[in-house]
């Protein structure tokens, strides 16, 4: 008898709300499309504004938008809360976990392979090395982001700061890459702790405005200091990577004539995507390191908790800009490898939307996790190229592919944390107690 | 008070705007000994630890930490970190301040890092994974396993800190600071939250540290069973000001203690005790 009585009370109290939310959003929808939609401005035939209204077409939508929240609210209680147990069954998440164990070697023996597989392919290894500049930027932010839990919308800066540095050191004193490679990165470091310090006491929205401003900082003046960054005109003239000394041209001294085989212009691509992968390893390898010393434990340790790291006598100031300077530093070499790679660079390359690209793929990938922000750069760059046949609605469609990863893996595609010691047995540590960071 | 004074709090002053939190308190812990500083809610006790943490700078005063060899600190001179890794100051917090995800055993590593920073050379030994770092690494999780079976913890030390029992969260956090081998432990109400059985546990591990190491504890506490129990001397506050100190069974009898914690004046709680007695 119970039963019943509150079943019915559930959905008697139910629709009054169901009603309720839909016709806010209703509002909501009626105060934005009256001014989008609901009137229609056009410069007339002598200059004047013309205007009509188009209610119409306002009232559908409204309506729309009215029927549109009852029908998700409804699938919302329908299926109930999304919790990745209902979403996936068992014996899909154990094959996973399997698979999980084997993915980072197999991937990284696919990669290995990558040039010859695709040899005769120039646009799958220039997309291959377009997403390993991506993962070794996601590694790098990484550091700062997921390990630090320092949310920063400006890294673009230090890509810009590496690219120019070795640009303008190369084309000025005719440095070779390798001396430059090194440079950039100390260059790009410094600018990290630059930034570090007037942002070392602001937290959450308020740093990420801050890193978000250093970066629009970094590009005007890119764009405005003419006589040194040829402004808007962009650096040009870039000299191409050398293998210690060798070009690899179609001279009499170039690679291809002291091997004694014939030039191709593909055996450049290849030594570039070559180079990229080694730098991405070489990020990967010192990320896992200090992961595992003390510096990365304090990292870790200041994104769970900075009054506790300040009451355990952690210089919390330093930790916070090793963390800048490191993550910057890759950065730097990863805009060295760009500007090498297009011989060409201007500061239309480091516009926000890499930032935001950028970070996306280290949420997307499950923050601190190193093989996560891998298969999202994989996802986010190789998926978007995927899409390319759905032309108009490419952008919807990985929208769409994003919210549903979303979804499904709240806390990214790898969302545990693996601890760095361990006395008996290492388990992962699931991602509901790791925390964001604040700051 | 006899003995060999560690801390010495003399005239601290704290006020946030208009607000006077804690005004010209004056006391003393000694090495060795167990401190107990005790008062109703809001009587300023949290912010005399903040102050001595410094978590806050005071407005006025002076706090003077005397080191075993007889080197002296002021500690309202240093600033946050400072006091921890120079004073060798280790405190809790009254609401737990764990590193939720991360394992037990590296909670208690991190508390290690300034040693292990140096071993590390600073992480460019570490990094190319020099001998004397995996030494001191290894150092280090043995004091972190001593630790842990001091606590009773030891077959949790692989699982994630957030993970733990509320109680064995506590302990935790005490052994924690206690990984940073502090000459003073400040322990903000250890005991809120633990059932009878654990309350014991905790006062058992707290004689430990006095008498097994020799550190002095500092402690805030409103748990009398713990208080009356293990402190040697107890500072009793109310409204910012000291109105009390002494062994516990003079504490308990001060007709000025009984008042402030039963809320009534002082005429009231003499007859309520005279009419007891």
């Given at each position: 008898?119970?039963?019943?009585?509150?079943?019915?009370?559930?959905?008697?109290?139910?629709?009054?709300?169901?009603?309720?939310?839909?016709?806010?959003?209703?509002?909501?929808?009626?105060?934005?499309?009256s001014?989008?939609?609901?009137?229609?401005?056009?410069?007339?035939?002598?200059?004047q504004?013309?205007?009509?209204?188009?209610?119409?077409?306002?009232?559908?939508?409204?309506?729309?938008?009215?029927?549109?929240?009852?029908?998700?609210?409804?699938?919302?209680?329908?299926?109930?809360?999304?919790?990745?147990?209902?979403?996936?069954?068992?014996?899909?998440?154990?094959?996973?976990?399997?698979?999980?164990?084997?993915?980072?070697?197999?991937?990284?023996?696919?990669?290995?392979?990558?040039?010859?597989?695709?040899?005769?392919?120039?646009?799958?290894?220039?997309?291959?090395?377009?997403?390993?500049?991506?993962?070794?930027?996601?590694?790098?932010?990484?550091?700062?982001?997921?390990?630090?839990?320092?949310?920063?919308l400006?890294?673009?800066?230090?890509?810009?700061?590496?690219?120019?540095?070795?640009?303008?050191?190369?084309?000025?004193?005719g440095?070779?890459?390798?001396?430059?490679?090194?440079?950039?990165?100390?260059?790009?470091?410094?600018?990290?702790?630059?930034?570090?310090?007037?942002?070392?006491?602001?937290?959450?929205?308020?740093?990420?405005?801050?890193?978000?401003?250093f970066?629009?900082?970094?590009?005007?003046?890119?764009?405005?200091?003419?006589?040194?960054?040829g402004?808007?005109?962009?650096?040009s003239?870039?000299?191409?990577?050398?293998?210690?000394?060798?070009?690899?041209?179609?001279?009499?001294?170039?690679?291809?004539?002291?091997?004694?085989?014939?030039?191709?212009?593909?055996?450049?691509?290849?030594?570039?995507?070559?180079?990229?992968?080694?730098?991405?390893?070489?990020?990967?390898?010192?990320?896992?390191?200090?992961?595992?010393?003390?510096?990365?434990?304090?990292?870790?340790?200041?994104?769970?908790?900075?009054?506790?790291c300040?009451?355990?006598?952690?210089?919390?100031?330093?930790?916070?800009?090793?963390?800048?300077?490191?993550?910057?530093?890759?950065?730097?070499f990863?805009?060295?490898?760009?500007?090498t790679?297009?011989?060409?660079?201007?500061?239309?390359?480091?516009?926000?939307?890499?930032?935001?690209?950028?970070?996306?793929?280290?949420?997307?990938?499950?923050?601190?996790?190193?093989?996560?922000?891998?298969?999202?750069a994989?996802?986010?760059?190789?998926?978007?190229?995927?899409?390319?046949?759905?032309?108009?609605?490419?952008?919807?469609?990985?929208?769409?592919?994003?919210?549903?990863?979303?979804?499904?893996r709240?806390?990214g595609?790898?969302?545990?944390?693996?601890?760095?010691?361990?006395?008996?047995?290492?388990?992962?540590?699931?991602?509901?107690?790791?925390?964001?960071?604040?700051? | 008070?006899?003995?060999?004074?560690?801390?010495?709090?003399?005239?601290?002053?704290?006020?946030?705007?208009?607000?006077?939190?804690?005004?010209?308190?004056?006391?003393?812990?000694?090495?060795?000994?167990?401190?107990?500083?005790?008062?109703?809610?809001g009587?300023?006790?949290?912010?005399?630890?903040?102050?001595?943490?410094?978590?806050?700078?005071?407005?006025?005063?002076?706090?003077?930490?005397?080191?075993?060899d007889?080197?002296?600190?002021?500690?309202?001179?240093?600033?946050?970190?400072?006091?921890?890794?120079?004073?060798?100051?280790?405190?809790?917090?009254?609401?737990?301040?764990l590193?939720?995800?991360?394992?037990?055993?590296?909670?208690?590593?991190?508390?290690?890092?300034?040693?292990?920073?140096r071993?590390?050379?600073?992480?460019?030994?570490?990094?190319?994974?020099?001998?004397?770092?995996?030494?001191?690494?290894?150092?280090?999780?043995?004091?972190?396993?001593?630790?842990?079976?001091?606590?009773?913890?030891?077959?949790r030390?692989?699982?994630?800190?957030?993970?733990?029992?509320?109680?064995?969260?506590?302990?935790?956090?005490?052994?924690?600071?206690?990984?940073?081998?502090?000459?003073?432990?400040?322990?903000d109400?250890?005991?809120?939250?633990?059932?009878?059985?654990e309350?014991?546990a905790?006062?058992?591990?707290?004689?430990s540290?006095?008498?097994?190491?020799?550190?002095?504890?500092?402690?805030?506490?409103?748990?009398?069973?713990?208080?009356?129990?293990?402190?040697?001397?107890?500072?009793?506050?109310?409204?910012?000001?000291?109105?009390?100190?002494?062994?516990?069974?003079?504490?308990?009898?001060?007709?000025?203690v009984?008042?402030?914690?039963?809320?009534?004046?002082?005429?009231?709680?003499?007859?309520?005790?005279?009419?007891?007695?």
């Amino acid at each position: 008898m119970t039963a019943p009585s509150t079943q019915t009370t559930k959905t008697a109290s139910g629709i009054p709300a169901l009603l309720k939310t839909a016709f806010i959003n209703a509002v909501i929808a009626l105060v934005l499309f009256s001014l989008m939609v609901g009137i229609r401005t056009e410069a007339g035939s002598e200059g004047q504004l013309t205007y009509w209204t188009r209610f119409g077409e306002l009232a559908s939508l409204v309506a729309a938008v009215f029927g549109g929240s009852i029908v998700i609210e409804l699938l919302r209680q329908w299926i109930g809360p999304a919790g990745t147990e209902k979403l996936v069954p068992p014996a899909l998440q154990k094959g996973m976990s399997l698979v999980g164990r084997y993915l980072a070697p197999a991937l990284l023996i696919f990669t290995l392979l990558v040039p010859v597989i695709f040899y005769n392919q120039r646009y799958i290894l220039d997309l291959a090395i377009l997403v390993l500049t991506y993962v070794m930027l996601g590694w790098g932010l990484n550091v700062v982001v997921g390990l630090a839990g320092l949310l920063d919308l400006g890294y673009v800066a230090f890509y810009a700061v590496g690219a120019y540095s070795y640009a303008l050191l190369a084309t000025n004193f005719g440095w070779s890459f390798w001396i430059c490679l090194p440079l950039a990165g100390i260059l790009a470091a410094f600018w990290g702790v630059l930034l570090g310090f007037p942002v070392l006491r602001l937290r959450g929205d308020y740093l990420a405005i801050v890193t978000l401003a250093f970066g629009e900082i970094i590009r005007l003046v890119l764009i405005n200091w003419q006589s040194l960054t040829g402004g808007p005109n962009g650096v040009s003239g870039i000299p191409r990577p050398t293998l210690f000394g060798i070009p690899l041209n179609n001279s009499d001294d170039g690679l291809a004539a002291k091997l004694g085989i014939e030039f191709s212009p593909t055996h450049r691509i290849v030594f570039l995507f070559y180079l990229i992968l080694a730098l991405a390893l070489l990020t990967n390898w010192v990320t896992i390191r200090l992961r595992g010393l003390p510096i990365g434990r304090a990292w870790e340790a200041l994104r769970e908790d900075e009054v506790a790291c300040r009451a355990l006598g952690i210089n919390t100031t330093t930790t916070k800009l090793t963390a800048f300077a490191t993550g910057a530093m890759f950065g730097g070499f990863a805009g060295a490898f760009f500007a090498t790679r297009q011989g060409f660079i201007s500061p239309e390359s480091f516009t926000f939307q890499e930032s935001a690209l950028v970070l996306a793929i280290v949420v997307l990938g499950g923050m601190g996790s190193q093989l996560g922000v891998a298969l999202a750069a994989l996802t986010m760059i190789g998926g978007f190229e995927l899409f390319r046949g759905l032309e108009t609605y490419r952008m919807l469609v990985f929208g769409w592919a994003m919210v549903l990863i979303m979804i499904w893996r709240p806390r990214g595609l790898v969302g545990h944390r693996a601890p760095t010691v361990y006395l008996k047995k290492a388990q992962a540590i699931s991602s509901d107690l790791v925390k964001e960071g604040h700051g | 008070m006899s003995g060999e004074r560690i801390l010495n709090v003399d005239q601290l002053t704290m006020r946030f705007g208009g607000i006077v939190a804690v005004q010209d308190l004056s006391f003393a812990a000694e090495r060795r000994k167990i401190t107990a500083l005790i008062g109703p809610n809001g009587a300023g006790k949290t912010t005399v630890f903040n102050c001595i943490t410094g978590f806050y700078k005071p407005t006025g005063g002076a706090i003077r930490l005397t080191h075993a060899d007889g080197r002296e600190i002021a500690l309202e001179r240093l600033n946050d970190f400072r006091i921890a890794k120079q004073a060798k100051v280790a405190r809790t917090f009254q609401n737990i301040r764990l590193f939720p995800g991360m394992t037990v055993l590296e909670n208690l590593m991190v508390a290690q890092h300034n040693m292990l920073m140096r071993a590390s050379g600073f992480t460019l030994l570490g990094l190319v994974g020099a001998p004397t770092y995996r030494d001191a690494e290894k150092r280090a999780i043995d004091l972190a396993t001593d630790w842990l079976k001091r606590v009773n913890l030891l077959d949790r030390a692989d699982d994630a800190a957030g993970n733990l029992a509320y109680g064995d969260q506590r302990r935790l956090e005490i052994a924690r600071a206690m990984c940073t081998e502090p000459a003073l432990l400040c322990l903000d109400e250890p005991a809120a939250g633990l059932n009878a059985r654990e309350s014991a546990a905790l006062n058992e591990l707290l004689l430990s540290i006095r008498d097994d190491l020799g550190t002095s504890i500092l402690l805030i506490e409103h748990d009398m069973s713990v208080v009356m129990e293990i402190s040697d001397h107890i500072v009793v506050m109310d409204h910012g000001v000291k109105i009390a100190q002494g062994t516990p069974r003079e504490v308990r009898d001060d007709p000025k203690v009984i008042a402030a914690y039963l809320g009534a004046d002082e005429e009231e709680a003499m007859a309520v005790m005279e009419s007891g007695s």
